[in-house]
């Protein structure tokens, strides 16, 4: 039930653009993203619900695929700021919502 | 307004000794969730709770782990007998929801625990 991502590790420079993918061998009813920073807890960013939305924060967005199950994440013009570890975590249903995350995709901004 | 409270932020025990976790959500949040952190991993869901009621216990491992939530507010979440393994971070989260919607989970600092 864990969603996965990929990839694993991404190592960028300031201004490069990332995506991180999150998927799901179950029908999702929302997806979340999260960023933990060494040491500190988990932040929010967004949560995107079933229908097929998109949504920006800043320069990062993110979409939400249901047919797919799947989310991506996407990072533009990357600042030193967006390093850290991103963790998407998912809900099946809108009942006694379950929040399972995924494995994890490093980040690392270079000057 | 204030953030999710846990405590303590560090434990160091022998395995085998016992331990206990405890968190105080935001104000008004009905769901609390206890997420075990092993270093390198995502958070693994332990416990959820919506109000007093556990919502999902399926991973916590019951012969040693042990959690309540106090009149729909605090909660405690404690390990008799600790293992090696029980090495991690627990993270408390809160949140907002009734289950009606989705809503963001706001996460407390966490508790680094080494068992030795």
């Known amino acids: 039930q864990q969603p996965v991502q990929s990839p694993q590790a991404v190592i960028l420079r300031e201004g490069e653009d990332a995506v991180i993918n999150c998927s799901s061998s179950k029908a999702l009813y929302s997806v979340h993203w999260y960023r933990q920073k060494h040491g500190e807890a988990p932040v929010f960013l967004m949560i995107?619900?079933?229908?097929?939305e998109q949504k920006g924060h800043d320069k990062i967005s993110a979409s939400f695929n249901e047919k797919k199950q799947q989310s991506s994440l996407y990072l533009t013009a990357s600042q030193l700021s967006y390093s850290g570890t991103y963790f998407c975590?998912?809900?099946?249903?809108?009942?006694?919502?379950?929040?399972?995350f995924g494995g994890g995709t490093r980040l690392m901004v270079k000057p | 307004e204030a953030g999710v409270a846990q405590s303590p932020r560090y434990k160091i025990i022998e395995k085998r000794q016992s331990v206990a976790f405890w968190c105080n959500p935001i104000s008004g949040h009905a769901t609390l969730y206890w997420y075990q952190q092993i270093l390198g991993q995502g958070p693994k869901l332990l416990i959820q709770?919506?109000?007093?009621?556990?919502?999902?216990d399926s991973q916590l491992p019951k012969d040693r782990f042990s959690a309540e939530r106090l009149k729909g507010v605090d909660s405690t979440l404690k390990i008799q007998p600790a293992k090696l393994e029980d090495s991690a971070v627990y993270l408390c989260a809160s949140s907002l929801d009734w289950g009606l919607t989705s809503t963001e989970a706001f996460f407390g600092q966490g508790t680094r625990l080494t068992v030795v």
């Open positions: 975590g998912t809900e099946i249903n809108n009942a006694g919502n379950m929040l399972t």
């Open positions: 709770f919506q109000n007093n009621g556990v919502v999902d």
């Open positions: 995107l619900l079933k229908g097929g």
